[in-house]
């Protein structure tokens, strides 16, 4: 597994992207609006780390309610697999919890993604290799 990118929910993608270019983070990434998940997103990338800005569009967004509890920060790790169910079945028995099915994922040329859930660190999300 490789460490893709560190999610970042944001309540107003706009302020946050101008924040992170203050701190030299660049745009590699056009906004994308992914209607599944009914999120915006952009990525930016500073000094190798890639960070994924991330915000609900829609009060029903699979991000709001957490969004509302946890307010602008990291809230996800994405780890690139090669086999999405092999690394998820191997997860599981680590005590990760799925949180989804496995998607498609407009911003991410359409790979595969699916987020699972640790009681000791959190959500993170799997990314299928492959050509973006």
């Known amino acids: 597994m490789k460490i893709d990118h560190i999610g970042y929910l944001v309540k107003n993608i706009e302020k946050a992207r101008s924040s992170f ?6 745009e590699i990434t056009d ?4 209607e599944y998940r009914k999120v ?3 990525f930016l990338e500073k000094d190798g780390y890639v960070v994924e800005l991330v915000s609900p569009y829609a ?3 699979v991000v709001a309610d957490l969004l509302k509890k946890v307010k602008n920060m990291p809230y996800h790790f994405c780890y690139q697999v090669e086999d999405l169910a092999e690394e998820s ?3 599981r028995k680590e005590g ?3 949180i989804d099915d496995p998607k498609e994922a407009p ?3 359409r790979r595969r993604v699916c987020f699972l859930q640790s009681a000791r660190i959190g959500m993170i999300e799997l990314l299928e290799e492959g050509k973006e």
């Open 21 to 26: 270019a203050a701190l030299g983070f660049l």
């Open 89 to 91: 079945a191997r997860l």
């Open 107 to 109: 911003a991410l040329g």
């Open 59 to 61: 009060p029903d967004s």
């Open 31 to 34: 906004m994308c609006r992914d």
């Open 40 to 42: 915006d997103i952009i």
């Open 96 to 98: 990760f919890v799925p």
